[in-house]
């Protein structure tokens, strides 16, 4: 590998493996992937647990779901999927309540009987509160949407031990993820199409990087050989991007989770997927249970035993995996700043969840780099455009 490839992608995410896989496949360019970890496939990946044969998911439980049928063509081309649909469970003071909010939870909170008109207008009067004002943050949004009584049963202490910031620096955009519905269907996407990958993540990775042109070279960081590249061959960059810089204008704060995870004996421990802890007193956000998210496998040699993960959130310290961008009014100021260093910064393109500072489920990953590849990498291969003045905002 003394030679120098046409692409170096720094990251074996979904992000860095899809612009490696077109750029290899459609354009025939030879890839150079680095990750910095010891496996490919950035957080998505997972594997067997050992005593049980169980698929987990190493870096938190991930759900595929999408309604863009562009991607949807694009990920069937590495793996098959299964029928999953994902539903959650909360539960609050001893009793189990259905997520996302829906008229199951409302009847059941307020033991009554509602109609979905009923219902709608119940919470059309605790939202009065607000006096008809736009809502600006994630309290206000959280309160227009379900009221004030089951926005502090469901949503102010899981909310407050997964981001421990104040609701009112966190954005509206947090919790507009969940859909509130007025009738009894529970899935937790509205996306068309969902499901799970038939034979697990770490194979469907795995066969994006699968050809020819791609070189994937792991437990290596870009830093400690950037200088072999920068400015030599184009880089498609998707690691923090406040790390790229050196940290010149200030850390963008990350949340972590620490999971703990427990086999336990016995043949099923909750009953569903995800369970999730509302209230204060715990100290975990949730519980996962590997087994339900491939109800179609035969789990016979896990037998009477089961694999559990307790999720615990905290702020990312140096070292830690950052997770999510907590995105308060500071950090997007200084994101302001890192992204006109990083259109300024030549032969640099800055990708994914930690190349752009956003939330990205692995959908928005993948059409993101679908995008970038399109309007930027295609151009500069094909016709010779300019790689610069590309940008953080892809
Ligand atoms: P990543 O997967 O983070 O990949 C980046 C890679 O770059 C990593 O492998 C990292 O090691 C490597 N890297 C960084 N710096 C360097 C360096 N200097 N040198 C070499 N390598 C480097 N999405 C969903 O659609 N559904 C879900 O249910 C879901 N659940 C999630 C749960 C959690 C806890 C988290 C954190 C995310 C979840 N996601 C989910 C989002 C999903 O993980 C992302 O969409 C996906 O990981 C984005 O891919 P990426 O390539 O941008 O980043
Ligand atoms: N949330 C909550 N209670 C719940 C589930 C979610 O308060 O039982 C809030 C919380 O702030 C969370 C956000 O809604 O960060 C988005 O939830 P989602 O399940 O999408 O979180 P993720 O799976 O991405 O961690």
Redesign the pocket.
């Known amino acids: 590998s003394d030679q120098l490839p046409d692409l170096l992608v720094v990251g074996s995410g979904f992000f860095g493996l899809t612009i490696a896989e077109r750029c290899a496949a459609d354009l025939g360019l030879k890839v150079r992937i680095l990750e910095r970890r010891s496996h490919l496939g950035g957080n998505a990946y997972s594997e067997r647990e050992e005593q049980t044969g169980i698929e987990v998911h190493r870096y ?2 991930h759900l595929f779901h999408t309604s863009n049928a562009t991607v949807w063509e694009y990920v069937n081309r590495f793996t098959a999927f299964t029928g999953y649909q994902h539903r ?1 469970y ?1 539960t609050h003071r001893g009793q189990v309540y259905p ?2 909010i829906n008229l199951g939870t409302i009847n059941q909170f307020f033991d009554a009987a509602y109609s979905p008109a009923e219902a709608r207008a119940l919470i059309a009067e605790q939202a009065a509160e607000l006096g008809g004002k736009e809502p600006e943050n ?1 309290v206000e949004k ?1 309160v227009s949407l379900i009221g004030r009584p089951l926005y502090e049963a ?3 202490h ?2 407050a031990k ?2 421990q910031t104040d609701p009112e620096k ?1 954005s509206a955009d ?2 507009s ?2 859909p509130v519905r007025y009738t009894y269907d529970n899935r ?1 996407f509205n996306d068309t199409y969902e499901g799970l990958p038939v034979d697990g993540y770490t194979a469907w990775l795995e066969r994006m990087a699968d050809h020819p042109n791609i070189e994937v070279v792991l437990d290596t960081d870009f830093f400690t050989v950037a200088e072999q590249y920068k400015g030599r061959v184009p880089i498609v960059y998707t690691g923090p991007v406040d790390e790229y810089f050196g940290y010149a204008e200030g850390r963008l704060a990350w949340r972590t989770l620490d999971f703990e995870e427990e086999v336990v004996d016995v043949e099923d421990f909750q009953g569903c997927p995800v369970m ?1 802890y ?1 209230d204060p007193e715990v100290p975990y ?2 519980i996962h249970e590997f087994k339900h998210f491939h109800p179609e496998r035969d789990h016979a040699r896990a037998g009477e035993k089961t694999v559990i993960m307790r999720e615990y959130s905290r702020f990312a310290e140096e070292g830690d995996e950052p997770y ?1 961008p907590v995105n308060t009014p500071e950090d997007r100021a200084t994101l302001l700043k890192y992204r006109d260093l990083a259109k300024a910064e030549p032969m640099v393109l800055f990708g994914g969840r930690l190349g752009t500072y956003q ?1 990205l489920d692995m959908h928005m990953a993948i059409a993101s780099a679908l995008s970038m590849f399109e309007n930027r990498l295609r151009p500069h291969f094909r016709d010779g455009a300019a790689l610069t003045s590309g940008g953080v905002a892809e």
């Open positions: 938190g439980a959650v909360s997520l996302p994630f959280g469901f949503i102010a899981y909310t997964q981001w966190l947090i919790i993820r969940l937790y999730n509302p956000t949730r999510y939330y």
